[in-house]
């Protein structure tokens, strides 16, 4: 990419940040597919302890932008005065600031697309995104079990808990606790609400097999379910994130 391109595509780049109604706001990045906006437009919800800024959201940006879409990659908690804090969420904010980022993008646009990404898949759930199509990217589903009771120690401080991946991450009473309550019945009850239709892209060698199955499975709305043979859990092997965006675009081009 030469210097004129990378400037080009500067230019069309802007970072935002939405008040919340309790008063924190949030950090989206912006990414335009032209000069002005574009029709159509995707927002994408980051994982637990993931960030806008990281591979398979990148890589997205640059997919979906060469596609004449625009996206909005948000951040559930940022490294800034006045946003959230991981410590300081739980799904059920996430879902709320997941809603506050499409009422504003779907004011700019005719089509509005959403992508989740692990627990922000299960964010999305908790969201029911009013959108014209969704896709679920290798998403959590039923987390107790799989995620918290494996995964996680109480910190020192006797309030909060410590996530053991590659490294400590801080995880609030709150969100554990939400973790706790999340059963089969009540993620069914909110999953049947979901209307747009919905697609569950599973990573066959990630370790949420069984997770997206069940998600598939309660899903009532239009949907689809699709495996990218050979991907992790990120889609960082060989050019599986290719084929993850390709699905998602099939999927969207139909809405």
């Not at 574009?38 to 398979?56: D, E, F, R, T």
């Not at 290798?138 to 995620?147: A, G, H, K, N």
């Amino acid at each position: 990419m030469d210097r004129m391109s990378i400037e080009t595509s500067l230019s069309r780049e802007e970072i935002i940040y939405l008040p919340t109604p309790d008063g924190k706001k949030i950090y989206v990045c912006v990414n335009r597919a032209g000069d002005t906006p574009s029709q159509k437009a995707v927002v994408i919800g980051h994982g637990l302890g993931g960030s806008p800024n990281g591979y398979v959201h990148m890589m997205a940006r640059n997919y979906f932008t060469e596609r004449g879409y625009d996206v909005y990659r948000m951040a559930y908690y940022w490294d800034e005065y006045g946003c959230r804090k991981l410590h300081e969420c739980t799904l059920a904010i996430h879902a709320q600031d997941m809603n506050s980022v499409l009422d504003f993008a779907r004011g700019q646009h005719d089509k509005i697309y959403v992508c989740g990404h692990s627990y922000g898949g299960l964010t999305l759930v908790f969201a029911n995104p009013q959108a014209d199509a969704v896709s679920f990217w290798d998403p959590s589903y039923q987390p107790w079990e799989r995620l918290w009771l494996k995964s996680t120690v109480s910190s020192p401080d006797g309030v909060n808990h410590l996530l053991k991946w590659e490294y400590l991450i801080t995880i609030g009473s709150a969100m554990y606790e939400e973790g706790r309550s999340i059963s089969r019945d009540s993620a069914r009850a909110l999953t049947q609400k979901i209307t747009a239709p919905s697609q569950v892209i599973v990573a066959g060698q990630g370790w949420l097999i069984e997770d997206t199955a069940m998600l598939y499975e309660d899903l009532v709305c239009v949907k689809e379910r699709q495996m990218v043979t050979g991907a992790g859990h990120c889609f960082t092997e060989g050019q599986t994130i290719y084929e993850l965006l390709d699905k998602t675009h099939h999927w969207f081009d139909k809405y």
